[in-house]
């Protein structure tokens, strides 16, 4: 009698291990989905993170021909930031260049006939006077802030021409049927105004030069 419920209690006891086993074993499985699941979350996060990163850098900087820009805003103002590097006091540095316009959007707007194939010594003719609610100080000041960064010098001359022998740069500045730029000679480029475009022009003209001298720089 005592045997038989000997055998009873150890048949019990090891049905009570196998369960306890079962419920090791399923608690485990769980935690191991569990933790699965929590690794797929937090990947799909940092992906996600990852993403909006990639997307908000990439609407605020972009590349034309070369050249790196990026967007910038201030107050109600878009600017289009690039910089490069001079030599200001026998030391080096960035020269930073703020356009008003989207150079993708100038190549649209101001066709250009013809190719910059270097930057000299320049002598510009204006023409006339144009009053464009002071647009026109703002870009003839980059023009000389940008000659003055690259050491070439920029000279306002109505009685000069241009110079068969390319020896230096000619741009003349004038109203035009449309805002454009085109070559007319080895060292020559009227820059053509339409309703007071001068910015949409004259910085057309600077990404030119931009573009000559990051590829300068890349040689």
């Known amino acids: 009698m005592r045997k038989k419920i000997m055998v009873g209690k150890k048949k019990t006891k090891k049905k009570e ?5 079962k419920i090791i074993q399923s608690n485990i499985e769980k935690e191991n989905i569990l933790l699965k699941n929590i690794f797929i979350f937090l990947g ?3 992906l996600v993170i990852a993403l909006s990163f990639f997307i908000i850098k990439a609407s605020t900087h ?5 050249v790196e820009f990026d967007i910038v805003k201030e107050g109600k103002l878009t600017l289009y930031h690039t910089s490069f590097p001079v030599i200001h006091n026998g030391e080096n540095a960035e020269y930073n260049i703020y356009l008003r ?8 707007k101001v066709p250009a006939k013809g190719t910059l194939l270097s930057i000299d010594d320049t002598v510009v003719n204006i023409t006339q006077e144009f009053e464009c609610d002071g647009k026109e100080v703002i870009a003839i000041a980059n023009l000389v802030n940008m000659y003055s960064a690259i050491g070439r010098d920029f000279i306002r001359d109505e009685n000069a ?5 390319g020896r230096y740069m000619y741009i003349t500045i004038q109203p035009g049927n ?3 730029i085109e ?3 080895p060292n020559c480029y009227n820059i053509n105004i339409k309703d007071c475009e001068i910015l ?5 003209f600077i990404v030119g030069m931009l573009v000559k001298i990051n590829f300068d720089l890349s040689k």
């Open 17 to 21: 291990k196998i369960e306890r086993k």
């Open 44 to 46: 799909i996060f940092l």
């Open 62 to 66: 972009f590349k034309y021909k070369g």
């Open 101 to 108: 316009n989207d150079p993708r959007e100038l190549e649209k």
């Open 161 to 165: 021409s241009c110079d068969n022998l």
């Open 178 to 180: 449309e805002t454009s």
């Open 183 to 185: 070559n007319f000679g």
């Open 200 to 204: 949409e022009g004259t910085e057309r």
